[in-house]
């Protein structure tokens, strides 16, 4: 028989950081409520939750970095949209954070959760922050603690 490791999805006793840009917050507040919502139904202390506010996605690595290197906090959910505009700006902004934001997970070997969205058009956004598209905060705030939950079996 293989030994097979699988993460259990119990947040119970856990230290969680939501990393959220203020940038389009109006989708990125209800991508925090759908991490909360799931992480707390899963077991989590809602006093365990630390959220903190940062500008932009460009800013999210750099501060997921900061909060890895505490050794506070179990895992990371770090929260943001991005949406398309008229320049290449948009490209720049999600391949940076999207790349950092790996670098800090390999480097600091802390899960991360990944809830950039990069969407087209607002609505897509606000379809993937609740509406027909599901909830990407609950997404990465789910990925986070299953991988948490295996990461301490190996
Ligand atoms: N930041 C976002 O989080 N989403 C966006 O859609 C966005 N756009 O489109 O410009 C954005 N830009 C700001 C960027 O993340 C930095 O905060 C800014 O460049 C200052 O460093």
Redesign the pocket.
């Known amino acids: 028989m293989p030994h097979i490791i699988e993460g259990q999805m119990n947040a119970s006793g856990l230290k969680i950081a939501i990393v959220a840009?203020r940038?389009?917050d109006f989708v990125v507040e209800r991508l925090v409520s759908g991490a909360m919502d799931y992480l707390t139904r899963h077991g989590m202390n809602p006093e365990d939750a630390t959220i903190i506010r940062v500008?932009?996605?460009?800013?999210l690595p750099l501060t997921c970095k900061k909060v890895a290197a505490s050794g506070k906090y179990d895992g990371i959910v770090a929260l943001?949209?991005?949406?398309?505009?008229g320049t290449p700006?948009?490209d720049y902004?999600c391949s940076e954070?999207a790349k950092g934001l790996a670098m800090v997970s390999l480097e600091s070997t802390l899960p991360l959760g990944f809830g950039l969205l990069t969407c087209d058009t607002l609505e897509q956004a606000i379809d993937r922050a609740g509406a027909k598209g599901g909830n990407k905060g609950v997404e990465a705030a789910s990925a986070m603690l299953e991988t948490v939950r295996v990461l301490e079996q190996i």
């Not at 500008?55 to 800013?59: H, I, K, L, R, V």
């Not at 943001?80 to 505009?85: F, Q």
Request: aromatic residues 16%; proline residues 6%; glycine residues 16%.
């Open positions: 840009t940038f389009n500008p932009g996605a460009f800013e943001g949209a991005v949406i398309r505009g700006h948009f902004v954070a």
